[in-house]
């Protein structure tokens, strides 16, 4: 059970890893608005689908949405964007790396 449990881990930290690459170029080409969209959309798949598993294939499949949750990703994006360069933006990052 242990030796399943970290293969899941594994899957998921490799699936979280691409997305996160994934998640930086749809910022650049949909938008930061719709990422924001598409996060939750996935939350919401990716929990839907970890309430219905009932096996590893299950719990695997749970974690393929997660490609695209990458939330804190995103609200990095949207306080770079949103604040003016200099003290605004690090105070701002900053806040959000200690919440």
């Known amino acids: 059970a242990a030796a399943e449990y970290a293969s899941l881990r ?3 930290n490799c699936v ?3 997305g ?3 998640v930086g170029y749809l910022a650049d080409v949909i938008g930061l ?3 924001f969209a598409l996060n939750f959309v996935a939350c919401a798949a990716s929990y839907g689908l970890l309430w219905q598993a009932s096996s590893m294939a299950g719990l695997y499949a749970s974690k393929v949405p997660t490609l ?13 964007k949103l604040t003016p360069a200099g003290p605004a933006r690090a105070g701002a990052l900053g806040r959000l790396t200690t919440a």
């Open 10 to 12: 594994t899957f998921f």
């Open 16 to 18: 979280q890893t691409v």
């Open 20 to 22: 996160s690459f994934l």
């Open 33 to 35: 608005r719709a990422l």
């Open 68 to 80: 695209f949750m990458a939330g804190f990703l995103c609200a990095q994006t949207a306080a770079a």
